[in-house]
């Protein structure tokens, strides 16, 4: 996870309040103000004079720093950074921090080399677009594909163990986990956004499905719905690929009457198990909910199509199968 830090030199009790309400990884002030900082938030305090900023005004202060994060040393590269000393950094550190002020500042900073820098530090002038960069940086995880797929088959398939994944954020229309029965073919299970005349709605909530299905995680990681616990991060997506993460508050796993779901796309068909309530949504090709229990042959909804291949949740090449 790339980290987001807030420098406040000279301290300014009110920007570092609002840094600790944005999430901001870490703040820096000067030292003499680190002890009541730290008595605010579980959040990680830093002293500014343990921290230098150095400006790379010319080659020397680049060969300067790279010896400094050899050694370990915590710095930081101030404004006016340029994309070609940053790699050479990068290829010798995987502990660099840059000054960054806006969110275009703060993606460039991050996409480096494909992996980015591993912190940024917004300092004062940037205060005002500080919970923004946060919740771009910190929050959004860039875009899946999603494809339409064609449903093959719906039909009540008995009783089973579903996990209900209830999260810490208010979703939105559009918005839901991938879930299916293979990591390669993964169906977009709506939140429960919407409401009707027996039940309200649950925006924090997705009825993800049955227990042993796989569910997209950020970082381009898979896990069973079964092995999800409260603290954990999902990924949440929506209906034109963009994607966040959230935290799980709770996990429910219940036994309950469940849906076989079937779809194909160019000839490759996938499954998910989902309850047989009419609260359960997938996603049609316009960004709609559509309730499962209206679901029927030939419809189209979103899916996301990978490569199979998975240990311990994390991408591997191999041949395999899954039905």
Known sequence: MKKVLFASVPFNKDHVTLALESGVDGIIVPEKNVDGVASLSRCTVLAA??????????????????????????????HGWEIIPIENLLAQSDNVLVEANTTEEAHLAFGILERGVDGIVVTADGITQ????????????GTVDLVPATVTEVRASGLGHRVCVDTLSVLKRGQGMLVGNSSAFTFLVH????????????????????????TQLPHDKTTYLEELASGDEVLIVNHDGSTSIAVIGRCKTEVRPMLLIK??????????????AETIRVVDTKGTPISVVNLKKGDEILVHTDVAGRHFGMRIEEEIKEG
Do not use: D, W
């Not at 005004?57 to 060969?63: G, H, I, N, Q």
């Not at 500080?130 to 995880?141: F, N, P, R, T």
């Not at 160019?266 to 198990?273: H, T």
């Open 49 to 78: 004079e343990s921290m230098p900023v150095l400006t790379l005004t010319e080659k020397s202060v680049e060969e300067e720093a790279a010896e400094r994060l050899k050694k370990g040393e915590q710095i930081i590269i101030g």
């Open 130 to 141: 500080l919970k923004q960069i946060v919740a771009e940086c910190k929050l959004s995880m």
């Open 191 to 214: 939140a429960e956004t919407e409401s009707n005349e027996y039940v309200a709605a649950r925006p924090f909530r997705i009825n993800a499905g049955a227990v042993h299905a796989y």
């Open 263 to 276: 779809a194909e796309v160019n000839g490759v068909e996938g499954a998910v198990f989902l309850q047989n």
